[in-house]
């Protein structure tokens, strides 16, 4: 093979875009196969892969990325507002504004690290958020959530055509609803993924893991580390940026809340969930956080009592009610039992369990424990 | 302006009083067990909801409905007896309307239990693992709590009234030799921080004076020594785990009249708590009274309308502003030691 991709490389961005295309087909058991559910899907895939490329490579813990998320958002819904619905000039300067938010809060906050910079970066999206309900919101529209209007000017669009109809975002005409619409995030997941799948394999990459693993002796052997750091940081905040983007192209609403630290918690729950620091880890934990919340929270009394119908009554208007503080409005508190149990026994997350899983039958099959680490990093992936 | 500053002064004693506590408690976790506890807020939640719970189960009542006596509408008059109030008479309506300082009597035993059963049943597997990873459990709990709590009594906000007596303001010039009514304090405010005022005080009295207090302090100072002294320090810092809930805890009973509690309130405290044990110093307990009290009254200041004519929504970042310059400018914190969480 080239320099450019080993083969297993090249393997896994295979397989994996073959699952990001095959999706709509491979979620249809699941019943997950309509393209609003797809399309956070990827949104949030790309959202969490980029989150990993800070905390999984490099170590910071970062409690404030929903508010780069909210400022691409922002930025996009500006740029549909002004200059025209075409997608791609949103994206572009949603990513630009994100970076640049990016470079300000990364710059301050990255003189410290561990906890301190987890406070830091908690801070400076609080800050967002608060003044993107209070003093912002000519630019933000407060709590309504800032949307698109007909008599927006779209300087770029009015030289073209004259407006017409409900403004909806489009890529050179064609509508992004839909299926059109997930494939267009699909690519942007996938250009991600390989992004990501590049940095983890380059100097670059290598030089964040050794920050992880040891900051202190990298500054010893004569590296300036803070480049690093910084440059991780506005990746992944500008990734985040790319994620609150394509949020408003397929929902064209942006509001203040996607950057509450809720939002980044969520991020948080998704990587760990996965695996942290593994490539495909992040993009598992934000399908299945995303799965859980739109199966749990469609759940209501009558499909638990359907569930459950193999049950007496009595028994099961008692499982019924016990089970029904877990599903609909209640289902964060699975998904933070969830999380605890994640974090206590399987602190990789799902991506260690598949290693372990995957080392027992190699160590099954061959017998040898050479073997079985050889059959474990190759699941790492 | 001078008594307009100082009843801005009084105005962000009540917040810095909770957030002191909280940082108090949060503080004492991270010095004794070395365990960064995002789960601390739920603490304080749970705390507001037991006053809730003792108000309910105070108001009690049997209703009985009265076929013959029909209301103008012509349904029948539901005659609603309060149980404690037929048990007691006039002393059981003093019990209903002193609810909330009553329900510290519920809260205290409650939260040590809680306290110690979090710390043996989770926290103390967590010891030796990384902070971010106990970040992240105690973080999963909130979720857990804040969410049980939402299963139990809902989503929305519950009022908690304040004692009759308790309710009026009190007239702060007056006692300072002012004229009468230029400054004047709601009373349940000031009760706030002189509750606030004792249970540091105990809380300090406690680790300063007595034989555990000094074995509490030794352990954090050395806890492998203290182990080989032969000293049971583990349960020492799980009985410690306990205090720092019940004071947690009681932070959230006095201030349900102040804040109707629901299932974020935790959260939201926990937030600003964490800056502020951070702007004080990790570790510091004197650090994280001094900067929870700061902090509440500068965000007081910040919200006057004099100062958010010059800088608009300064009210709303101040606390998170303060947290970036102070850990820009000293990285330890206020008061922060050397060495910790320096790793």
Redesign the interface.
Known sequence: MSNFMSRKDLTLFLGFAAVVLLLPILATPFGAAYPDLLQRFMIFGIFAVGFNILFGLT?Y?SFGHAAFFGVGSYAAMWSFKLLSLNAIPAILFAVVMSGLFAVAVGY?SL??S???F???T???A??SY??A????TPITNGETGLRMTLSDPRVIDGLFTSASGAPVPSLFGMSLSGWNGFYFTAIFLLATFFLSMRISNSPFGMMLKGIKSNQNRMNYTGFNTRPYTLTAFIISGMLAGLAGSLLVVTDPLAGAERMQ??AS?EV??MT?LGGVGTLVGPVIGAWLIKYFENIFSSFNDNVLNNFYSFLPDGLREVVVAVSG?FVG??W??S???L??LI??FL?GGIMEGVRRIGARFGHMRKGSKSSARVGATAAVG | MFEVLFLQFLNGLDKGSAYALIALGLTLVFGTLGVVNFAHGALFMIGAFCAVTFRQLLTLETVTVDPNNLSPWGTPVEIRAPLVQAWFGDFGAILVNYSVPLSLLLAIPVMLLIGIGMERGLIKYFYKRPHAEQILVTFGLAIVLGEIIKAIFGPNPIPQPMPTDLRGAADIGAWLGMAPGVITYPLWRLVYFLFSAGIIAAVFAFLQFTTFGMVVRAGMADRETVGILGINIDRRFTIMFGIAAVVAGMAGVMYTPLLPPNYTIGMDFLVISFVVVVVGGMGSLPGAIASGFLLGILQSFASMTQVKAIFPGIDQIIIYLVAVIILLVRPRGLLGRRGVMET
Do not use: D
Not at chain 1, 133 to 136: A, K, N, Q, R
């Open positions: 170590g813990l301050v003189r410290r561990g906890i301190y987890s406070i830091l908690l801070a400076f609080q800050m608060n003044l309900y209070s003093v912002l630290w809720t918690g948080v729950l760990i503080k409005e209640g964060h508190l998904l933070g039992l999380f605890v974090v206590v602190p």
